[in-house]
């Protein structure tokens, strides 16, 4: 099984998003840091652990992802439509949006910020020797 962090970057960038200018795992590289003439979301694990327990052991790992879009500072696009859009791309892709928080400003850059917490189940197969 893949990591959490990278199903979601993979799937984004499946997804065509043209407003999303830079996708950044676990961390925002340095040059992207201060740079708030792009759209960068930054996605990294919110959960990661087993569950179902059954026949002594545990059935599927719940897997998690919080997603934070850093906004550019001057948008020319709408910012409603395209979360819409994502979360609906996410539910689609077999995730579940659990929490989209409200909109808020980055204190250092004074970008606007949206989180999303996403997860799903992802089954473990069993290994046949």
Same mark, same amino acid.
Do not use: P, W
């Given at each position: 099984m893949k990591l959490p962090v990278m199903q979601i970057k993979e799937l984004i960038d !499946? $997804? $065509?998003f043209k407003w999303?200018?830079?996708?950044a795992t676990t961390n925002i590289e340095p040059e992207f840091i201060d740079d708030? !003439?792009?759209t960068v979301v930054l996605i990294t694990e919110s959960d990661f652990q087993p $569950? +179902?327990?059954a026949n002594a052991t545990f059935k599927f790992m719940l897997?998690?992802?919080e997603v934070q879009i850093f906004y550019k500072k001057h948008i020319?696009?709408?910012?409603a439509s395209a979360e819409i859009e994502l979360q609906r791309f996410f539910v689609a892709n077999g995730w579940q949006v659990e929490i989209s928080r409200?909109?808020? +400003?980055d204190p250092d850059t004074g970008q606007l910020i949206k989180t999303i917490y996403i997860d799903k189940q992802e089954p473990i197969l069993e290994r046949r020797n």
């Open positions: !499946s $997804g $065509g999303i200018d830079h996708l708030t !003439s792009k $569950g +179902y327990y897997v998690g992802c020319d696009f709408d910012i409200e909109h808020d +400003y």
